[in-house]
């Protein structure tokens, strides 16, 4: 393989009704993961050596059958992990249910400038009120930001104090043409993350992991040269069955190929290349936390 792998991110439906404008999902097309096509995947991932997946969306907790995508990962012997956006009394409650099964859960939210730009309305504290809802032994504040000023960093850093959240930090990475519908600059949404960061920092210990990852946004950015090979550590499977080795990937084979076929293009090296966007999202694991 051409960087091992021990966990998938796998989607199970392919809308959202989130629509951030600035989301840079790979999959936009409606419908649910099928039992059968997820069974199949995780008996392909089994194969491979993943020994987790993470439950991604759109969102996971409006699929009809999440208790059994959860149930059938266990049967496997793998663990399982969710992303979600839950906040309407259904979706908490549907979350609530499988809670105490996964091992982890990690809830999305937006700043104040986040949430304008992507006319969204997922604030922090609904995000935290979700985690204190949900059994489970690790809960995530994946925050989203953009224009964080100190006194909303204050804030951030009191809805999570003492309550054993952890707190993962994403950058919005505006792209050039969003940054010229706004009368904006690569460089100045550079500058607008060096004061976004300098907030955070007075109230979160920002690692120095998540520093240099911020360092490589800045310099591909910056960069006209060639980008990286595709280094993903986690592979990706859509709703509809398809894996990648990242989920931004061109290059794709179904759970339903022959073993061979699936065996053979895992083991190939990745083909794809780092780019900004999909390096805002897809980032190595060691460098995906901000603790408070």
Known sequence: MSVPVRTALVSTAGHCEVACSFCFRADRARGFLTTATYTRALSRLKETGVEGVCLTGGEPTHHPELRQ???L????????????SARSDSEVSALAEVGHLLTNVTVSADSQGAMTLGRTTRTAASAVATLDAVDTPSKVLHLTYWDVDGEEATQLAGLVAGKGIDVQLSPVLLSEDALRRDGQSVQDSLMQRVRDTAALGQHFRLSNGYRAYLDDLRRMQLSAEESHPCRSATLYVSAKGEVRHCPYGASEISVHAPRTEIRAFLDAPATDRVVPDCAAICRPATRDCAAA
Do not use: N, P
Not at 73 to 84: K, Y
């Open 73 to 84: 990962a266990l049967q496997f012997g793998m663990t399982v992990s969710m992303v979600t």
């Open 69 to 71: 995508l959860v149930r």
